[in-house]
């Protein structure tokens, strides 16, 4: 006979009150998550039928070495991004290093001297200040002669449509918003208000390439910014659309003259997309981008699952429980150096790798404060997969995403919870 579920738990290191405080939160959530089955489903079907529309065959999956001529897997590769996408054209490569390295030539390579870019979401995301040139950095686009401002979004965290419409000029060639919140703590931007923004920009001037740093975003509603009028989405691969599979990579789709460009930086003019092997990737490509509607569903399901129990124990949750989701990060102000500790040694000791590992926290370079990180990943700095970090200084929160798949989530998010009791952290009742 079998153990019982509870019986099993508990050999896995989950008391028997952690299991019940977690089962009556999740008793609450069962509306909620079957509506992101629904947005699931959704999407399956979208990926399905940009299969369908490319013609994928099992020769996509063979690649190819040296200069990549001729990769009939990565054009088709492409071709389903850009269907999935409803955009003209995509460029999916394992040359793309990361998601910052998809935005900068997504912006060197449509961006000219005397150019201005101007975001309207604020503060961009650290790693572009100095691709931008807000920090000085060799290489920047300020040294090549490109303006920067930035318009802030209002108090109540939606986009300022008069400041905006002010701060445009002759100059302003690009126009950049960020969907995701990433480590700020203002909302996550849901992409019918990013589609409201890019028609206030296109009202003033409607040849303004409007780029979307969709990192974290992908498949967490139906529509994508490109169904709402952005040029460019841009984002990583390690992240959801790679599903858990892409080792690395990053993304860009849109309209093709920009993406074109954009391929000119990636690799250099004259060439663009012609070349760039795919080493053997194209089929963690394809299998990943086919599985990440559901796997972007589990990490939905287990943000949200942490935050009700959170917010049940008494911590600030950002987003709430019970607020809409546009993204898969999840904040928690635990309020103590020992609650960052035992929330991350809890997910490290739930992960599938990794999981006898005690995470420290660490100077890591470009942050002020020490750094903990939690992730038992199968790649590494995956955040598609379960992982958490946070800066160890007030209000200490703990920002955490990901999960391959719901029950792995939800084991893991119950071990943060008996690490903070076995700490003395948590009350449970
Ligand atoms: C992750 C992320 C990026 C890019 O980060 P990489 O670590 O370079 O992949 C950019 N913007 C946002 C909002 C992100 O979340």
Redesign the pocket.
Same mark, same amino acid.
């Given at each position: 006979m079998s153990e019982t579920l509870e019986a099993l738990y508990q050999s896995a290191g989950i008391d028997a009150d952690v299991f019940e405080f977690c089962g009556d939160v999740l008793e609450t959530l069962s509306d909620r998550f079957e509506k992101i089955d629904r947005t699931a489903e959704y999407n399956q079907i979208k990926v399905i039928d940009a299969f369908h529309r490319a013609r994928v065959s099992e020769a996509c999956f063979s690649g190819t070495t040296g200069y990549g001529y001729n990769d009939l897997g990565r054009d088709k590769l492409e071709e389903v991004y850009a269907a999935a996408f409803h955009a003209e054209a995509a460029l999916v490569r394992p040359l793309i290093a990361? +998601?910052?390295?998809a935005?900068a030539i997504a912006l060197s390579g449509n961006l000219r001297p005397g150019d201005e870019l101007l975001s309207i979401s604020g503060k961009p995301?650290d790693?572009?200040e100095e691709v931008i040139g807000i920090r000085p950095a060799r290489g920047s686009l300020a040294e090549y002669g490109v303006t920067y401002r930035q318009v802030e979004l209002k108090a109540d965290g939606h986009f300022d449509h008069e400041a905006i419409k002010s701060a445009i000029s002759s100059k302003t060639r690009m126009v950049a918003i960020?969907?995701?919140k +990433?480590y700020e703590s203002r909302r996550t931007l849901s992409v019918s208000e990013i589609g409201e923004a890019i028609q206030t920009v296109k009202s003033v001037n409607p040849d303004i390439i409007c780029m979307v740093?969709n990192?974290?975003g992908e498949f967490v509603e139906r529509i994508e910014p490109t169904d709402v009028g952005a040029d460019l989405a841009v984002g990583?691969l390690?992240?959801n659309p790679g599903g858990g599979l892409a080792p690395s990579g +990053?993304y860009i789709c849109g309209k093709k003259e920009h993406v074109d460009n954009a391929a000119y930086r990636m690799t250099c003019p004259g060439l663009g997309s012609e070349i760039g092997p795919s080493l053997g990737l194209n089929t963690s490509f394809f299998e990943g981008f086919f599985l990440a509607p559901t796997v972007t569903a589990s990490a939905l399901k287990a943000a949200i699952f942490a935050a009700c129990l959170y917010e049940k124990l008494g911590f600030a949750v950002i987003p709430g429980g019970n607020e809409s989701r546009h993204d898969i990060i999840q904040a928690v102000t635990l309020g103590s150096k020992e609650g960052i500790l035992a929330f991350c040694r809890g997910i490290q000791k739930g992960a599938p790798v990794d999981s006898f590992v005690t995470p420290e926290p660490w100077d890591m370079p470009g942050y002020d404060d020490p750094v903990i990180m939690a992730a038992g990943a199968f790649v590494e +700095?995956s955040?598609i997969e379960l992982s958490a970090d946070g800066p160890i200084r007030p209000p200490y929160n703990v920002y955490f995403q990901g999960g391959l798949t719901w029950p792995s989530a939800k084991y893991g998010i119950m071990m943060s919870l008996q690490s903070m009791k076995d700490e003395g952290l948590i009350n449970l009742r």
């Open positions: 990361c +998601g910052t390295h935005l995301y790693t572009l960020q969907r995701s +990433g740093d990192c974290y990583s390690i992240k +990053g +700095g955040s």
